[in-house]
């Protein structure tokens, strides 16, 4: 069973290697970390490459959430402290992570229905100079993917 | 002369026996000695609770003597720490020898309990593993765990009053079979590491 979820979960992971596109602002990997508690907080990650001037990403939306925020994480000794963040910051040329334990877009509140194994849920990216981009992040099985597979190995 | 001498000291002897009796027959000074274990237990090193288990049963760290506890502090609307901590801890124990799995009750304690009830918990921990813990209480139970364990936490607001998100300490803490702290754990990113990690402390 365990087995079972993990191939859903690499299997939803695969389809969101599909990049989303918009002017020089390129999105892939994204997955959806839902919440496990019905009405509460999910957490999606992407990787955001710049092909072309130094942009920034300063906002984010999705229908099905209450309320969504750009996020970072702080780490104050053994403490993690998650702040909202105005934007965030893509370099020109550049590729910027969000994944656990860092930089998140954060969504409050989601609709349950939503946000069911298989799901994908709608998200628009606003970045300053690129625009709004459309995406669709899976989501992910639970317990979510730790980190990316393949991007840093098991540490 | 000699008489009087083993006789004072058989009085002396039987003074003592008596006194020793009524000290331990006493139970004013009972209740001190008591009042002196229940000082102990409540120090920072021990990891004393009384809480609610996620089916609703009331539950305290005694009930867990003779194994190790493994406590890890969170809330249920956290979006990422705490599901990374907690996948991490069920890929541990999966991989744990079961004889080694057996030594230890993982416990998850909520620092949210004005949301976190018995029936959410419940939602919660099943998600990873079904042999997490999910313990809970009112306020001040939770208050007083925080303070044993020495844990940090702090309420930051959202965009609606209940939106709001916990910043908390992420370690987790190995309470030995004798109920005494051992150890803080840091879970890191990996299910091996920690597996290795506990299979050496619980040894």
Known sequence: ?155 | MINNTVKAAGLVAALAIALILVVALSPGLSERIGQGVALVASSPFEGGFALTDQTGKPVNDRDYRGRFMLVFFGYTFCPDVCPTTLTVLAGALDRLDPATAAKIVPIFVTLDPERDTPAVMRQYVSAFSPAIVGLTGSSDDIAKVKKNYRVYSVKVEGSAPDLYTIDHSALLYLIGPDGRFRATLDPGHSAEGLALALTRSVQ
């Open chain 1, 1 to 155: 069973m365990k087995r079972f979820a993990v191939a859903v979960g690499a299997l939803a992971l695969g389809l969101a290697a599909l990049p989303a596109l918009a002017a020089d602002i390129e999105i892939s990997g994204s997955f959806l970390r839902p919440p496990v508690v019905d009405g509460g907080n999910g957490a999606a990650f992407f990787t955001i490459t710049n092909h072309g001037p130094a942009d920034r990403l300063i906002a984010a939306a999705a229908p099905a959430a209450r309320a969504v925020e750009l996020h970072t994480h702080l780490r104050d000794g053994d403490v993690m402290r998650m702040r909202k963040v105005d934007s965030i910051a893509v370099p020109e040329q550049g590729r910027v992570e969000l994944k656990p334990g860092g930089d998140h877009v954060m969504l409050f509140g989601l609709d349950p229905a939503a946000v069911v194994p298989g799901a994908r849920l709608p998200l628009t990216l606003t970045f300053e100079q690129a625009g709004a981009i459309q995406i669709e992040v899976p989501v992910a099985t639970l317990p979510g993917p730790i980190s990316k597979p393949g991007a840093h190995g098991d540490q």
